[in-house]
Every structure is written in C-alpha cells, then in structure tokens.
C-alpha cells in the first residue's frame, strides 16, 4: 500500500548531490530507502537477517519486486554506505516531503503540536567516566619509566616480604584539565604486570621489557622475567623516559553522553542512559484521532533539551506553511525563551512550570500573593477566580466574586478570625476584589489559559501522545531500543528513519483500519458508530478555530 500511493521518485532530486556522475553502476537510492524502510516496519532490526531474507527466492520476492531489485542483492556496507552518503539533513529533507503529502491530505494540521524527547542507549559500554574527551584517546606521561624502574627494584629488594605471583598495578592521576575543581580527579591505569619465574630463555618481548626500564640484570640474577598481564601503552619515548597511553575508561563511541531519566519501574528513582536524545513534536490531530510525528532532532544524553523546542518548531515552520495554535510541552521545556517563541507566532504555550528554586509553603505563598497557578490571593486570603484573558493588553484578571458571603458558618467563622469582612472595602464592587496579572510581569507563570483550570488540564493531557510517540519507537517498532550505533553521526540518521518509519506505519494504518470499516458500514453498526468523529471539546475547539489578528 505504501508503494501504491506514494511515488517515491521524489528522493532522486533530494540525493543527487550525493552522487558524481561518472563512476561504475551504482544502486538506484529510491530502492535502497524502501528495502530500508520495509525492514523496519517489518520488524527486522538486524541487517543480516533482513538480507538473508532477501536472498531467499520466495521469502524476498515481495520486497525485492516492491523496491525494484532483482538481481545483485545489495549488502551490508551497501546500506551503511547509503546512509553516510545521504546524511541526517536530506534523510530530514525526505522526513519532511512525507509530512506534507499527510499536510495536503489533512491528516496532519499542526494545530496542537506536543513536544517531547526519549534517551535510548549506545551500542558502546559506558566505563566510569563522564569527563572524556577525544584527548583520551593520546594522554602523555612523563617520568613513568623511571617510576616503574623503582617499584620492580623495591619488589626485588623484597621478595621475602611480597608475594612472588600478586599483580603490580601502575596508576597515574589524570591530567585532564575538565575536571571541576570540586571532583577529585581518579586515577588512570597505564599497566599491570606481575614478576615470574623465567623457564628458560625470556621471550623478546619480556627482554624489551626489561631494557626499556632498565632492570635486566638485576631479573636475571634471580631468573625472573616481566609478565605483562594489560597495558594501556600506545608508545613510549624511553630518551625522555615519557609514554603515551589509551584511557581505559574512554568509550568507544566518544559523542555519546549521559542523560538521566525516572525509572519506568520505579518513578520515584533516577536510570542513567549513556547515550543519545531523539526529541519529536507530534502534531495531535484530535478530528481524526491520531498523533503523527512531524519534526525530529536528535541530541547527545546530557544536552539541554529545553533549546530543541523551538528548533524542531523551525523546522515545521521552515517546511510546511501552517501556524500552530497550541504548543504542549513538560516541565523541561520551562524556560522564558520557548515561551518568548512560541506566543510571537502567535500560539499559546501549555508548558509545565518548574518551581525551580521557588519556597512554596503556605506562609511563603502568602506573603508574596499568588499561588503556584498565579492565583492571587484576595485581602481576606481566600482565592480569587478567573475572570478573563485580555489579549489586548496581554493580562488575566481574577476577582473574588464575593466567596465570603456565600461560606458555610464553620468556614466564616474562621474567616473573621483574621479579617473584618464589614470592612472590605471591595464588597460595593459587582465581582468583589479584582487584581490583574501580566504576562509581561511572570511570563513562565501567567499564561493565556490559567494554570489549573479545566480547560488548561484538558489541554495538558494531549501531552501523552508525546509519550506514545516514544513507547512505539522502543517497544512497537523498537527502532531505538539499544540500536547498533557507535557515533553522533550514525545516531542522528537512526532518529531521522525513525520519524519516516512511524510516520508511514501510524497514517497507513489509519488508512487501513478506516478502509475496513467502510467495506462494514452497510450491515454492521458498531462499524458505522466506529466512523464517527471524535468530538473534540468547545474549550479546545474555540482555540483551534480562532482566526490571527
């Protein structure tokens, strides 16, 4: 179905800067990105098995015959050629021509767009340090041979008191300079060896041990030999006693970092992930009932994912002419530039506040006269109400609305414990005591919707398709459930087949599971009832609909 309606002819433009014109026959790129994406939705993670499958005469034929290849089965380094060769920026390129063909078909509208990011690991083990750099990879030592000289000849000078067979480990502190000055740099192992009795003649390489820290005779006179057990050495410099090491703690993958995340087990715990952010904006389509991803950043683990907000909204806007009306995002995206962003296009953020640094007990939230909402406080202390956002000066009014009058006698009773009520001086007013707040005075806090309200919860909910973006990644397709990537650069094209894949699998199956329920629609009538759209609430719709001054 994906083949039959949609030409994919499209990406030879796209990756014809990729490509010199002279040179020997090469595989068309069109067949190479669909036999690419049908593994994936296919659920075949592993290459090899994927092409072993494709050189089955029978198993294959449906994928070679849909891709347009028929003979000269590409292989392994074919694909992963292709993938270097095209690059994150034009895989983005074609992520974003399939995101207008759904646009044209309005199966996307970009109206509520949620954003959120999801850590998945490296193929690389994490060693124990989080301060590498490419640095590692050539550290220098100075003064390392003579330092080894002198623990063999305290180990000789005694035997008696040592144990002939026990390992001599040789550390050295780091010399890296990125270490804060409150972290206690660790130690680096250069080698460890162990002495041992010589059967025979040395091997070369225990004799070039032994001359390189000058302790040949005093070995021999006791018929021993240096037994290197592992060595991080890549030279040595014996004129002026220096070695270059490796660091056994640097990675494989050297662009990987950590990211910290809760538990799904355990909310109440942190889980460290060594390894890679793939940040998606999903647009919520809630007149179809769908969630399509429609921009996809891919970020190292500890970077701050507060700034790909509006990097991924610059990508939508760059792509497709739409406007978004809603932008839903948690509390790691609560910083006062996204929120700058988001309303000078014109939309109305719905981001979680992070209370950051703030007191929030009930004396703190007193004294300074609104709440965690933004809610303020009355003179008698009671809450006061929403009554209004004012978008032409850019503020939420909230009055009292004479709650005192209305209370039950226990509750007014403890009212007058600490205020007159017959001197308020707001009683003569309609709504009572009225405060205005400006979102220029608390631009996180204030918010066109009130923090709080029903309609503003409503909203916020929709901020779990963000979170079913992420889990079909990992656990339907499991595209990014610990992927075979060693670098940045590989990691970065993985998120962007990841969005095409998702992308194609979720509005095909809508499709699908639409076409069905048509063919039933006569004689079933939980078919028919199944066909109906979903209501979408006025509060949210009144938003959607609203027209830009």
């Not at 292989?75 to 270097?84: G, I, K, L, P, V």
């Not at 709080?452 to 409503?458: A, F, H, L, T, V």
């Amino acid at each position: 179905m994906i083949t039959s309606l949609i030409d994919f002819s499209f990406l030879r433009p796209i990756v014809a800067r990729c490509y010199s014109p002279y040179g020997p026959p090469c595989y068309d790129p069109v067949s190479l990105f669909l036999l690419d994406l049908f593994r994936y939705i296919d659920g075949h993670l592993n290459m090899s098995t994927f092409l072993s499958l494709l050189s089955d005469d029978f198993r294959g034929r449906a994928y070679k015959a849909y891709a347009g290849i028929f003979d000269n089965i590409p292989c392994e380094a074919t694909f992963s050629n292709f993938h270097a060769r095209v690059g994150e920026t034009l895989y983005n390129e074609i992520f974003h021509v399939l995101v207008d063909i759904f646009h044209h078909l309005e199966m996307i509208t970009f109206h509520i767009l949620s954003v959120d990011g999801t850590l998945y690991p490296t193929w690389a083990k994490y060693r124990g340090c989080t301060y590498f750099c490419d640095e590692c990879s050539s550290i220098c030592m100075n003064d390392v041979i003579e330092k080894v000289k002198n623990r063999i000849l305290y180990r000789l000078n005694n035997m008696s008191n040592n144990n002939l067979s026990t390992e001599c480990r040789v550390y050295t502190e780091c010399p890296s300079k990125r270490f804060p000055e409150e972290v206690k740099k660790p130690k680096v192992e250069l080698f460890v060896f162990r002495l041992a009795f010589c059967d025979g003649e040395p091997s070369p390489a225990q004799k070039n041990t032994a001359h390189l820290f000058g302790v040949e005779e005093e070995l021999a006179k006791q018929h021993l030999c240096i037994h290197t057990l592992r060595s991080n050495v890549t030279n040595i410099n014996p004129i002026e006693g220096s070695i270059t090491i490796r660091c056994p703690k640097l990675p494989k993958d050297k662009t990987a970092r950590i990211g910290v995340r809760r538990d799904p087990k355990n909310p109440d715990r942190k889980q460290k992930i060594f390894g890679y952010n793939a940040v998606f904006s999903t647009s919520v389509e809630l007149h179809l009932g769908i969630e399509l991803p429609v921009a996809v950043n891919n970020i190292a683990g500890n970077a701050e994912e507060a700034d790909f907000l509006i990097k991924n909204s610059l990508q939508v806007h760059s792509h497709h002419n739409c406007r978004v009306k809603i932008d839903i995002a948690d509390a790691k995206y609560d910083a006062l530039k996204n929120y700058e962003y988001i309303r000078a296009k014109g939309a109305i953020p719905i981001i979680d506040y992070n209370v950051r640094n703030e007191h929030l007990s009930k004396e703190a939230i007193l004294q300074r006269g609104y709440d965690q909402n933004g809610q303020p406080f009355a003179p008698c202390k009671m809450l006061c109400r929403t009554n209004g956002f004012d978008e032409k000066r850019n503020r939420l009014t909230f009055c009292c609305f004479k709650q005192c009058l209305t209370l039950k006698y226990k509750a007014l009773e403890n009212l007058k414990g600490r205020f007159d009520i017959a001197t308020c001086p707001h009683l003569q007013n309609q709504t009572g005591f009225i405060r205005h707040m400006y979102v220029k005075e608390h631009p996180r806090l204030i918010n066109e919707i009130p923090r709080g309200s029903k309609r503003y919860k409503d909203i916020k909910k929709l901020r779990s398709s963000s979170e079913r973006i992420n889990s079909a990644l990992k656990e339907d397709l499991k595209i990014l459930d610990r992927p075979r990537v060693l670098n940045r650069q590989r990691s970065n094209i993985l998120a962007q087949i990841a969005g095409v894949v998702l992308l194609l699998k979720r509005a095909f199956s809508f499709i699908v599971r639409v076409t069905m329920l048509m063919r039933k629609i006569s004689d079933d009538p939980v078919a028919k009832k199944k066909l109906t759209l979903p209501s979408i609430p006025p509060s949210i719709l009144n938003i959607i609909n609203r027209k830009r001054e």
